[in-house]
């Protein structure tokens, strides 16, 4: 393996780079709570884990050549991401109308189906098959067995993406007296869901790199 600490430094930019997980992480912390966004990046991280082990035995190089899986993928992934926009700004027009009892439902709810949406996000998403496949050979030595090493950088990407979603996270609980004041968390939150829909059309606008 090649420069290691270049490559924990463009992982750091890389990570911190918003995108669909962020979104998703944002959305649960502020509805579901600390948890709820503990609970979203265990599920994006396990998704990270698999995409490696899909690298390192070869099943992404077979997603990402083969135009009907990434088709598949892409399209899924895409549904799913436009699901959770509708899904948000749904949930804003019913949240004036709702009791406190089934607002409280509505979190329990939502802290328990976090995980899932942070590892559907993450997995269903062909882009992160791409990136494994493009960015992580860049660090490799020419000729040599790849095995270990993607084993290494996918479980060093994973461990830095919980790390930073640790830190963010913590932020957003610590300011969320602020966050959670309805104007400011209907205002995010109707940020958010048409950020999931925009990042969902994007995604199903993709083209398989070949």
């Known amino acids: 393996m090649e420069n290691f600490y270049l490559f924990l430094i463009m992982c750091i930019f890389l990570i911190i780079l918003p995108g ?38 070869g099943l992404s190089a077979i997603i990402v050549k083969s135009a009907l899986l990434f088709s598949v993928f892409k399209y899924v992934g895409s549904v799913y991401l436009i699901y959770l926009g509708i899904k948000t700004l749904w949930a804003l027009k019913n949240k004036k109308a709702a009791t406190t009892t089934e607002m409280t439902f509505e979190s329990k709810y939502e802290s328990k189906s976090c995980f899932k949406q942070g590892f ?64 400011t968390q209907t205002f995010i939150e109707g940020i958010t869901g048409t950020i999931l829909i925009g990042f969902g059309v994007k995604l199903a606008l993709e083209k398989a790199h070949n």
């Open 120 to 183: 559907l996000t993450n997995i269903l998403n062909p882009k992160v098959a791409i990136f494994f496949l493009t960015f992580l050979p860049q660090f490799v030595d020419s000729g040599s067995n790849t095995f270990l090493p993607f084993l290494l950088m996918g479980i060093t990407y994973s461990v830095l993406t919980a790390v930073w979603f640790l830190f963010y996270i913590y932020l957003l609980n610590q300011i969320s007296a602020f966050m959670k004041k309805p104007r």
């Open 20 to 57: 669909p997980d962020t979104a998703i992480a944002t959305k649960n912390t502020l509805t579901a709570g600390r948890t709820g966004g503990f609970k979203t990046m265990f599920g994006t991280c396990c998704a990270l884990l698999i995409h490696t082990l899909a690298a390192v035995v």
